[in-house]
């Protein structure tokens, strides 16, 4: 971007910066970021010397989609506010969302409980229902939850997304029959489901479930079904959800070169079913952390926009440009959030609110500041819209697109972010790829070695950290937690026992037998996931099949 | 030479937040103790496994929001086998420090919170086992 004359006169007169004043050198001025990024006390146009801009930045909506998937970016229209929310019951969680939405979100996104994640029903053998259900998230184990949760409800104006993975083709189904029940098309219905088969394996231990590389032909059957075979094409039928790993203490070129590994491996298995890659690459859709380091998470979104430019058109030969933009949720971190002074969290949150919205995200989730605590309670919930509001109404931010390229920091550790993502993808290749590194416990090491080496940065005190180990507070307040509803249990139960007490059981026991066939004969599982979701078939029902076709699967998980 | 410290950590339900856990493990090994790490268990068999192995200290993991429940099950599986005073019972996780005192009440001898800091939990446990060897002498 610059004359090498001019670019050499910057370095000779930095020189004689550093010698007149008492600045020191480069080398004893460095300091970490949390990926080891070894960061100066200043940068100049020579240390970009080399960014091209047509190549390297280009505009907005233009390949390589560094400085934003849109045109028009924020100008036309802010981010998706869309906040991950789901306790208690489906009612409870449908009267929350639609406080939300009076406040102003404009997108949901369903957090749903343990058992809907994992694939069981609160009646299941060795469930304990009571300390299960709607404690961590929305119970929705058949039709009629979904149906409740999204009761009066905008679905043919706003975007609902599903958040769970194991039983993601099971909960997408009962989605779609819902909306069609409601009178929508499936053309018409827009919304994610999260579909991410690192989340359960890699972030969360999930009881009894099937093996990663069953997960990824379950994962690839939605994406096929929605996207390739074009049965709901506005829904985005996966979220690389990288964010969890990195809740997890890996750092930020490990969590985009994490989730372009495990995109990989879907694409891969997608183009070996006989689909062209841009038969379905324009709705792989991702799922990203905000984290503490502004600079290099802002770096981080930019460096990996332009990656996955290059890597579907390089590499996989993509025409469509849908499929070359990296379109990405973003959430704040919640592991960045403290119990001890829990109001601090709402800085910390505005921060990394920030950091998504001047990478170009396009929907955001904000933590409530209680989250270190318990689910957020409604008032919590309430400021953390506020906090997005405030960005998009009050601030101006949002005026010009990515307003921060041209900095000669931010594209310099841009250009190293890209570097170091690269890099990793490499070192997961060597492994195998993403699934041979799931399955032979890699990626749980290198997550073990980033926890607990975080872990130590904070004992030791070189990670800072208000409230836990400096600028602490003697005697807290202590904050009262939000509660779910002690009767979640018996309510689901209950829902559970009459649905099977109305449904067809002996269709459902014959659309059982075609879903094991589907199975055994490796087909698509999708048409009779949807049938039999439409007959009241429930989640643990569906999820049992796949068990006893595939069996379950030992995390190599060790201490 | 002291004996050993035996620590089975165990998680139970379903809740899969497995790093805290093997965290804990961890720093625990490196004080030197012997740690049985668990995985996800039934309270059924977490009690076997404690039993069989002959630990010191249950390390209950919880992040689940529903620890009082789970440690009163817990209790109550421990009494049902007139196992209640065989075991130093302990619990962690995203455990509000307005849960402790409930949790202690039903039978948690120390409850471990978000931010606690391992030479802590390392003290607590080492105390709490010696505590208990000097009453058996007692008696």
């Not at chain 1, 590389?213 to 059957?221: E, F, G, Q, T």
């Not at chain 1, 009050?394 to 900095?407: K, Q, Y």
């Not at chain 1, 067809?504 to 698509?524: F, H, M, P, S």
Request: hydrophobic letters at 40%.
């Amino acid at each position: 971007m610059f004359k090498e004359e001019e670019i050499n006169n910057i370095k000779a007169e930095k020189e004689k910066w550093v010698e007149n004043t008492s600045c020191q050198k480069d080398a004893d001025t460095y300091r970490l970021t949390p990926s080891g990024i070894k960061v100066k006390n200043i940068y100049t146009p020579s240390d970009i010397a080399e960014l091209n801009y047509l190549k390297d930045l280009g505009f907005p909506g233009a390949y390589p989609y560094t400085r934003g998937v849109y045109p028009t970016m924020y100008r036309e229209r802010p981010w998706t506010i869309r906040m991950f929310s789901g306790f208690s019951t489906p009612e409870e969680t449908n009267a929350r969302w639609k406080m939300l939405y009076e406040e102003g979100e404009t997108g949901f996104s369903a957090a749903c409980d343990i058992l809907t994640t994992s694939g069981f029903d609160p009646d299941s053998p060795g469930v304990d229902a009571e300390v299960e259900v709607g404690t961590g998230g929305v119970p929705l184990y058949s039709i009629k939850g979904v149906e409740a949760l999204v009761e009066g409800l905008p679905i043919d104006k706003i975007s609902v997304a599903l958040v769970t993975e194991v039983t993601a083709t099971s909960l997408s189904a009962m989605y779609f029959n819902v909306a069609q029940k409601r009178g929508v098309p499936l053309t018409k219905i827009a919304g994610t489901t999260q579909n991410d088969i690192g989340t359960m394996p890699l972030s969360l231990m999930c009881r009894d479930s099937i093996s990663p590389d069953k997960l990824l032909k379950l994962a690839c059957d939605l994406i096929e079904f929605c996207t390739a075979m074009k049965q709901v094409p506005k829904w985005n039928p996966i979220n690389f959800t990288t964010y969890n790993c990195r809740e997890g203490g890996i750092n930020a070129f490990q969590e985009i070169a994490i989730g372009f590994s495990a995109a990989i491996d879907h694409i891969e298995e997608l183009l070996r079913r006989g689909w062209q890659i841009d038969d379905f690459a324009s709705r792989l859709a991702f799922h990203l952390s905000a984290d503490r380091n502004f600079f290099e998470e802002i770096a981080k979104y930019r460096a990996a926009r332009r990656i996955w430019a290059r890597l579907l058109t390089e590499r996989y030969g993509a025409k469509n440009s849908r499929s070359v933009a990296m379109k990405y949720h973003v959430q704040t971190a919640g592991s960045s959030l403290t119990a001890q002074q829990p109001m601090v969290n709402i800085i910390r949150t505005t921060i990394q609110a920030l950091e998504a919205v001047l990478g170009g995200c396009q929907s955001l989730h904000t933590n409530s500041y209680d989250e270190a605590i318990c689910l957020p309670a409604e008032e919590s919930v309430r400021i953390a819209i506020r906090t997005q509001q405030v960005i998009q109404e009050e601030t101006g931010i949002i005026d010009t697109i990515d307003p921060l390229a041209g900095s000669y920091y931010v594209e310099w550790i841009t250009n190293e972010m890209e570097n170091r993502i690269l890099g990793y993808m490499k070192e997961i290749e060597a492994q195998g790829g993403f699934i041979k590194a799931l399955i032979n416990g890699w990626l749980y090491k290198e997550m073990r070695k980033a926890f607990n080496e975080r872990q130590r940065s904070i004992v030791e005190g070189k990670e800072r950290i208000i409230g836990v180990n400096c600028h602490v507070i003697k005697e807290e307040e202590r904050h009262v937690p939000f509660k779910t509803n002690p009767w979640a249990a018996d309510i689901e139960k209950e829902r559970l026992r009459k649905l099977r007490e109305e449904r067809d059981n002996q269709k459902i026991a014959v659309l059982k037998d075609k879903l094991r066939r589907d199975c055994e004969k490796n087909k698509n599982v999708m048409p009779s996931v949807m049938e039999l979701t439409a007959e009241g078939a429930t989640l643990g029902e569906i999820a049992n099949i796949y068990r006893e076709i595939w069996g379950i699967w030992e995390l190599p998980i060790a201490i | 030479m002291d004996k050993k410290i035996r620590v089975l950590t165990v998680k139970v339900g379903l809740d899969g937040h497995w790093r805290g856990v093997t965290t804990v493990s961890l720093i625990l090994k490196n004080a030197g103790m012997e740690v049985i790490f668990g995985g996800f268990q039934t309270i059924e068999n977490a009690v076997n496994v404690a039993v069989q192995e002959d630990v010191d200290v249950i390390g209950l993991s919880i992040h689940s929001g529903a620890h009082i429940t789970w440690v009163r099950k817990f209790v109550e599986e421990l009494k049902k086998r007139g196992l209640e005073k065989e075991f130093i019972l302990v619990v962690g996780g995203a455990i509000p420090e307005h849960d402790f005192a409930m949790l202690k009440q039903i039978g948690a001898h120390d409850v471990f919170g978000p931010g606690t800091l391992p030479d802590k939990i390392i003290q607590s446990i080492q105390e709490k086992v010696k505590k208990k060897e000097l009453e058996i002498k007692d008696v």
